[in-house]
């Protein structure tokens, strides 16, 4: 079998559909209940064998030192393989930093998934949970992906189906929320808000959008420090979103919809910030060279791939860029098993294998 050289790895961010804080664990950690979705906008994480263990993020304010979890993620599996190798991440950033969207934890499970595929050291989904629990909380379900209930600091996670078919538009102030600040304001002031998570699950069984949306709320909103998310929301409902809310600790602010053609007739003078339309769709690489992907969803691909497709051609259509996702015949393009992640392995990172 040829041995892989370089991988790259598309990992989804995240929004929280729900998120409560329903109590304190004996550690001292929150206690939440959570409802994440997958979504796409993704970090491209490129690995590449090395000897030794390098970090780059090119373009991005973020610092490319020991305490980010990329480097934290690589150490890790490194020291539970035993193997002794390395290897260079370079990461294309593309989701917001400090918005609640573990654009961070995305990296981290990225790293954890391409060095798997790396160096085959075939470690399990469990295995990887395990150890991306360790670098943060949101990397098991960065992970897992699609659509989950997520409880305990994280660590504790329940698969559900497939969101109800709708879209996302996320909107990133200029600024962004430290995240142990947020908690630390909801532990003097608390929250007015408590989401129905158990309520928001059982919508989500039942394919009820306006149940999912009903039940949608986030504890940490109140006092996230996010001085504008009434403002974006007013403005996200005033275009048709279902709802509207602030995701994780802030400071992005999302809205749900059932018309693709509301959230794209939304511009940046709406909301005042940077304005992102994402679906729910994970994309998995499900195609071989010269072969277009099959782009599969949160909804069935009968319902996705056209839905998908209309998405494309309308955002093109209003001058917004689209990653497609279309590789081309100069990619080979490798599905992983039950993860969100799309692997990207152009052959020439592949030693051809010997001869017998």
């Known amino acids: 079998m040829a041995k892989l050289n370089r991988v790259t790895v598309l990992a989804p961010a995240k929004l929280n559909l729900a998120l409560d804080v329903v109590g304190t664990l004996p550690n001292g950690y929150h206690d939440l209940d959570m409802t994440m979705q997958a979504i796409t906008l993704y970090e491209k994480v490129v690995l590449a064998r090395s000897s030794g263990l390098n970090l780059s993020l090119p373009g991005s ?133 408590h989401p129905d998570c158990e309520a928001q699950e059982k919508a989500v069984r039942a394919e009820d959008l306006a149940g999912v949306c009903a039940a949608a709320g ?3 909103e109140e006092c ?35 018309d693709e053609n509301d959230k794209i007739n939304l511009s940046l003078d709406d909301v005042g910030g940077e304005l992102l339309i994402v679906s729910q769709f994970t994309l998995y690489g499900n195609c071989r060279k010269g072969r277009r992907p099959e782009f599969l969803s949160a909804a069935r691909p009968e319902i996705a791939i056209p839905m998908y497709e209309k998405f494309v051609a309308i955002c093109r259509e209003k001058g917004y860029h689209v990653e497609t996702g279309e590789f081309g015949a100069y990619m080979e393009v490798e599905s992983l098993n039950d993860g969100p992640f799309t692997l990207i392995v152009d052959s020439a990172d592949l030693d051809a294998p010997k001869k017998q």
Not at 92 to 101: D, S, W
Not at 230 to 239: V, Y
């Open 61 to 193: 304010p973020v610092a490319a030192n020991d305490s980010n979890t990329a480097i934290k993620a690589a150490i890790a599996f490194f020291r539970y393989t035993g193997l002794l190798a390395g290897v260079d991440i370079t990461i294309y950033k593309n989701v917001p930093v400090r918005a609640g969207m573990a654009g961070g934890s995305a990296d981290a499970a990225a790293v954890l998934v391409g060095l798997n595929a790396l160096y085959g050291a075939h470690l399990s989904m469990s295995e990887l949970c395990a150890l991306g629990a360790k670098i943060g909380a949101d990397v098991p379900f960065a992970l897992m992906g699609g659509t989950c209930r997520v409880q305990g600091v994280g660590d504790v996670m329940k698969a559900l189906p497939p969101c109800p078919d709708c879209w996302f538009t996320v909107v990133m102030p200029d600024y962004g929320v430290s995240t142990p600040e947020a908690f630390a304001a909801y532990d003097k002031v608390g929250s007015s808000t």
């Open 218 to 220: 986030n504890a940490l």
């Open 224 to 258: 996230s420090g996010a001085k504008d998310n009434e403002a974006i929301k007013a403005a996200l409902c005033e275009h048709g979103a279902l709802t509207a809310l602030m995701t994780g600790s802030g400071a992005a602010v999302f809205g749900i919809f059932d």
